[in-house]
C-alpha cells in the first residue's frame, strides 16, 4: 500500500510505503517548474514591452520639433523603470504558477525567470549593437607590443571609408605609406600624405589621422581636441555601462521580491492520507 502527502507548506511530495517491515518514507524534493518559469518570462516580457510602447508614445507626444526638443532622461529613466516593473512581475507570477508556498521556492523561480529574462534581452542587445562595441574596444591593447597588429585593423577601417569616400583610386603604395606613418606615431606626415596623395581635404585629414592614431595606442599624437573627444566617449560609455549594471542589479532584487510574495499567495490543493485503491477506484 502507496499513500502520498503533498505538503503545501514545504513544497514537498513525501511518499510512504507499507509493508510487512514497517512504512518507508521517501521525500520527493521540488525541482523546478519550467512551465511556471516560461510563464513568468512571457508575462514579464510582455509587461516590459507595453511600458515602453507607451513610454515611447508619450515621449514622442511631448516633444515639440520646432523648438529643437529632442528625447530627454526621462527617457532613460522610464525604461529603468519599465525593466523593475516587469521583473517584479515576471518573478511573481513564476512563483505563484507553481503553486509552493515556500518562498525559498518562490524566490528561486523568480531568479531563474529574472535571468532567463536578461539573457534574452541580452542576446538581442548582442546582435543589434555587437558590431559597434567591437569596433570602439577591439583594437584597445594593454601593452606596446600588440599595438601594431591592433593598428593594422584600426586602420584597414579607415582606409576602407578613404576607399568608398574617393572611389577606391588609391594606390596600394599610397596605403602602405600612410600605414607606416601611422604606426610611426607621424602625424603631420600622415596628413600631408593624405592631402597630397589621396586628395582628402586638410580637416578630413586630421580627423581620420587622429582616430587612427588613438586607436592604434599612439593617443598622446594626436591633437588635444581628439584626445578631449575620447576622453568623453569613454566617459559616456562608463556612466551607460555602470548605468545598465545598477538597472539590472535592481531587476534582479525586483524578481526576488516578486518571487516571494508569489509564493506567499500560492495555494496548493492538499491529499490527506488515503489509499491508492480509494483514490483509484476500480
Same mark, same amino acid.
Given at each position: 500500500m502507496a499513500t502520498t502527502h503533498l505538503d503545501s507548506g514545504g513544497g514537498y511530495t513525501d511518499q510512504?510505503?507499507?509493508?510487512?517491515?514497517?512504512?518507508?518514507?521517501?521525500?520527493?524534493?521540488?525541482?523546478? $517548474?519550467?512551465?511556471?518559469?516560461?510563464?513568468g518570462?512571457?508575462?514579464g516580457v510582455s509587461v516590459q514591452l507595453v511600458l515602453t510602447l507607451l513610454g515611447i508614445a508619450s515621449g514622442l507626444s511631448a516633444i515639440d520639433v520646432a523648438q529643437g526638443e529632442s528625447i530627454g532622461a526621462g527617457t532613460l529613466l522610464w525604461a529603468g523603470a519599465s525593466m523593475l516593473i516587469s521583473a517584479f512581475v515576471g &518573478?511573481?507570477? =513564476? =512563483?505563484?504558477?507553481?503553486?509552493?508556498?515556500?518562498?525559498?521556492? &518562490?524566490?528561486?523561480?523568480? *531568479?531563474? +525567470?529574472?535571468?532567463?529574462?536578461?539573457?534574452?534581452?541580452?542576446?538581442l542587445a548582442t546582435s543589434a549593437s555587437g558590431s559597434m562595441v567591437s569596433g570602439i574596444f577591439g583594437n584597445i591593447t594593454p601593452n606596446n607590443s600588440a599595438t601594431a597588429g591592433a593598428?593594422? &585593423?584600426?586602420?584597414? &577601417? *579607415?582606409?576602407?571609408?578613404?576607399?568608398?569616400?574617393?572611389?577606391?583610386? *588609391?594606390?596600394? +603604395?599610397?596605403?602602405?605609406?600612410?600605414?607606416?606613418?601611422?604606426?610611426?606615431? $607621424? $602625424?603631420?606626415?600622415?596628413?600631408?600624405?593624405?592631402?597630397?596623395?589621396m586628395g582628402v581635404d586638410k580637416e578630413r585629414a586630421e580627423t581620420i589621422v587622429d582616430q587612427a592614431l588613438i586607436l592604434s595606442g599612439s593617443a598622446e599624437q594626436a591633437?588635444?581636441?581628439? $584626445?578631449?573627444?575620447?576622453d568623453r =566617449?569613454?566617459?559616456?560609455?562608463?556612466?551607460?555601462?555602470w548605468t545598465a549594471f545598477l538597472?539590472?542589479?535592481?531587476?534582479?532584487?525586483?524578481?526576488?521580491?516578486?518571487? +516571494?510574495?508569489?509564493? *506567499?499567495?500560492?495555494?496548493r490543493t492538499t491529499w490527506s492520507d488515503v489509499?491508492?485503491? +480509494?483514490r483509484h477506484p476500480m
Amino acid at each position: 500500500m502507496a499513500t502520498t502527502h503533498l505538503d503545501s507548506g514545504g513544497g514537498y511530495t513525501d511518499q510512504s510505503f507499507a509493508s510487512n517491515a514497517g512504512i518507508i518514507r521517501r521525500p520527493l524534493f521540488p525541482t523546478i $517548474r519550467w512551465g511556471a518559469v516560461f510563464a513568468g518570462v512571457a508575462v514579464g516580457v510582455s509587461v516590459q514591452l507595453v511600458l515602453t510602447l507607451l513610454g515611447i508614445a508619450s515621449g514622442l507626444s511631448a516633444i515639440d520639433v520646432a523648438q529643437g526638443e529632442s528625447i530627454g532622461a526621462g527617457t532613460l529613466l522610464w525604461a529603468g523603470a519599465s525593466m523593475l516593473i516587469s521583473a517584479f512581475v515576471g &518573478g511573481y507570477v =513564476a =512563483a505563484r504558477m507553481t503553486g509552493l508556498k515556500r518562498k525559498v521556492d &518562490g524566490v528561486l523561480h523568480g *531568479v531563474v +525567470a529574472w535571468a532567463v529574462t536578461t539573457l534574452l534581452f541580452a542576446s538581442l542587445a548582442t546582435s543589434a549593437s555587437g558590431s559597434m562595441v567591437s569596433g570602439i574596444f577591439g583594437n584597445i591593447t594593454p601593452n606596446n607590443s600588440a599595438t601594431a597588429g591592433a593598428s593594422g &585593423g584600426t586602420l584597414g &577601417g *579607415v582606409l576602407g571609408m578613404l576607399r568608398s569616400q574617393i572611389g577606391g583610386n *588609391v594606390s596600394p +603604395a599610397a596605403m602602405k605609406t600612410l600605414q607606416d606613418h601611422i604606426q610611426a606615431g $607621424r $602625424r603631420d606626415d600622415a596628413i600631408r600624405h593624405m592631402m597630397g596623395s589621396m586628395g582628402v581635404d586638410k580637416e578630413r585629414a586630421e580627423t581620420i589621422v587622429d582616430q587612427a592614431l588613438i586607436l592604434s595606442g599612439s593617443a598622446e599624437q594626436a591633437s588635444p581636441q581628439s $584626445r578631449a573627444a575620447a576622453d568623453r =566617449a569613454i566617459g559616456v560609455a562608463s556612466t551607460a555601462a555602470w548605468t545598465a549594471f545598477l538597472t539590472v542589479a535592481l531587476s534582479l532584487a525586483m524578481g526576488i521580491a516578486g518571487g +516571494a510574495m508569489g509564493a *506567499v499567495g500560492a495555494r496548493r490543493t492538499t491529499w490527506s492520507d488515503v489509499d491508492d485503491m +480509494a483514490r483509484h477506484p476500480m
